[in-house]
């Protein structure tokens, strides 16, 4: 959080709201029990395992690869391999079926995946210069995006909207909601 | 957002919360009083609960922003809509127990809109209108913490929508009417 003191700059906004949404999503992921995290109750649009991971992972492709066509955080920890989930596909357009049987580890290792993704992602935005931020990237499905307007909406938007869901399912498992 | 112009903090920051608040608004468009009423599960909230803490909230650190009254109070919205007790005519209903919040009764989605599509013009004019120095002022959020203005407009008018729209989303869904996805 910028103090008073110190130039409200579009890097801390964008580096704080990209560490708080992930602080928040790694909370209402850590305590839940496998079952839960892999339950779907009536109407519920997705299991809350499938959401986060989905969130995390997008976040993971957008910085580092369409940025900069590094390796994912996923891919160098080789937690396709290990967790047996697709190499680069993230979620988007996966039939519900398919969404609803994916399988994670546990909780704890979703949620040291989230962190491992926050831990990567905030101090590069913190050094992302105003050309950097201003630059044009390619983000599938948006097409050439300016990279603030890519963290802003793939990372902060995208991973809050999801947050709103988790909310709700959280709800519907009997678990206390995070607020907002 | 491609233009160098068009990335000054104040002007995305309204852009954000124009955008926000818009798609609050458009999840509440026509709905029925049984609609925007209806309790989907037990534990969940109601499409006009939801839609009326969103803009509420926004409301209430808008009004810390500018140092003026609420439009909520301005326009004297809690006794003309029958909610006078306290925690309706000042508070934004966070922390109210679920049974309560359901209890909610708004006059018509359209009045709710009103309130949303007028709240939205304010903020958005305001915060369009802020330079550095404004975004870094310390203000008071909720409790007793203080927080930069850009963080305050980010948190609540921005972040505090999109994550309370994921679930009018999933509620809309659970009524069987459309959802954006995303």
Same mark, same amino acid.
């Given at each position: /959080? ?38 779907? @109750?009536?109407?519920? @649009? ?17 910085? %580092? ?9 996923? /891919?160098?920890?080789? =937690? ?5 989930? @697709? ?17 994670? @580890? ?14 990567? =992602? ?5 050094? /992302?210069?105003?050309?950097? %931020? ?28 999801? =947050? ?8 519907? =498992? ?7 | ?16 919360? !124009? ?43 808008? !009004? ?6 609420? $439009? ?65 002022? #310390? ?7 203080? $927080? #930069? ?16 729209? !994921? ?12 959802? #954006?996805?995303?």
């Amino acid at each position: /959080m910028a103090s008073p003191a110190e130039p409200y700059t579009m890097q801390r906004y964008a580096a704080h709201f990209v560490g708080r949404v992930f602080d928040q999503l790694i909370e209402a992921v850590a305590d839940l029990t496998g079952e839960e995290l892999h339950a779907l @109750p009536a109407g519920a @649009p997705n299991t809350i395992g499938f959401t986060a991971w989905h969130v995390f992972r997008s976040a993971d492709n957008v910085v %580092l690869f369409a940025f900069e066509r590094e390796r994912t955080v996923w /891919m160098r920890e080789g =937690l396709h391999e290990a967790w047996g989930l @697709p190499k680069v596909a993230q979620g988007t357009g996966m039939e519900p079926a398919e969404a609803a049987a994916l399988r994670l @580890p546990g909780a704890a290792a979703l949620a040291d995946y989230g962190r491992a993704v926050r831990d990567e =992602l905030v101090p590069r935005i913190e050094a /992302m210069s105003d050309d950097y %931020l201003r630059g044009i990237s390619r983000v599938v499905p948006w097409g050439d995006v300016p990279r603030l307007e890519a963290i802003g909406q793939t990372v902060i938007v995208h991973g809050s909207q999801h =947050l709103g869901e988790i909310a709700v399912v959280r709800r519907m =498992l009997g678990r206390d909601a995070p607020l907002f | 957002m491609k233009t160098e112009a068009t990335l000054s903090t104040s002007g995305m920051l309204a852009r954000a919360t !124009g955008r926000a608040l818009g798609e609050t608004l458009a999840a509440i468009d026509g709905l029925s009083a049984e609609q925007l009423h209806a309790v989907v599960h037990p534990r969940a909230n109601t499409l006009g609960w939801i839609a009326w803490h969103v803009f509420r909230t926004a409301d209430l650190i808008g !009004g810390r922003l500018s140092g003026e009254p609420e $439009l909520w109070a301005r326009r004297g919205y809690a006794a003309a809509w029958g909610l006078p007790s306290e925690s309706w005519a000042d508070g934004n209903g966070s922390g109210q127990p679920t049974e309560v919040a359901q209890a909610l009764r708004v006059p018509s989605a359209e009045a709710l809109a009103e309130y949303g599509r007028e709240l939205r013009a304010e903020l958005t004019a305001a915060v369009g209108a802020l330079d550095e120095a404004e975004l870094a002022r #310390p203000i008071r959020g909720f409790g007793d913490r203080e $927080l #930069p203005a850009g963080d305050a407009v980010h948190a609540f008018f921005v972040l505090h929508t999109i994550r309370h729209q !994921g679930e009018l989303n999933v509620t809309r869904t659970l009524l069987d009417l459309p959802a #954006p996805g995303y």
